[in-house]
Nanobody, 114 residues
Framework: VQLQASGGGLVQAGGSLRLSCVSS????????MAWYRQAPGKQRELVAS???????SYGDSVKGRFTISTDRSKNTLYLHMDSLNPEDTGVYYC?????????WGSGTLVTVSS
C-alpha cells in the first residue's frame, strides 16, 4: 500500500490548510486511517484518526480546530486545519491500517508563521 500526502505549505497564524492523502488501495477496506505529525526535535504524535465506521478521534491540542475525513470514492484521506498556530508546525504523515498491515505515507511539511 502506498500513501501519498500533499497540501502542506507556509501559512500565517490563524490561517487554514487542507492536507490530502491518496491511498493506492481502496480505503473501503481500511480499518483505521490517521494523521500524525512530528515537530522539530519532538516525537511523532497522533493528530487525528478515523475508523472504518467513521468514528473519529483527535489529539487534545487540535480538538475543535482540525477535522479528519475521507472520500472513499477517491481513496483519499483529508485533514482540514483551521486556526493554525506556530505550534502546529511540523511534518504531517498519513497512516493506514488494513488488518495486520500498517502503512505510512510520505510526509508533507506544514509551517505556521507567527
Amino acid at each position: 500500500v502506498q500513501l501519498q500526502a500533499s497540501g502542506g505549505g507556509l501559512v500565517q497564524a490563524g490561517g487554514s490548510l487542507r492536507l490530502s492523502c491518496v491511498s493506492s488501495r481502496s480505503i473501503f477496506n481500511a480499518d483505521t486511517m490517521a494523521w500524525y505529525r512530528q515537530a522539530p526535535g519532538k516525537q511523532r504524535e497522533l493528530v487525528a484518526s478515523i475508523s472504518g465506521t467513521d468514528s473519529t478521534s483527535y489529539g487534545d491540542s487540535v480538538k475543535g480546530r482540525f477535522t479528519i475525513s475521507t472520500d472513499r470514492s477517491k481513496n483519499t484521506l483529508y485533514l482540514h486545519m483551521d486556526s493554525l498556530n506556530p505550534e502546529d508546525t511540523g511534518v504531517y504523515y498519513c497512516y493506514a491500517r488494513y488488518g495486520p498491515g500498517r502503512y505510512w505515507g510520505s510526509g508533507t511539511l506544514v509551517t505556521v508563521s507567527s
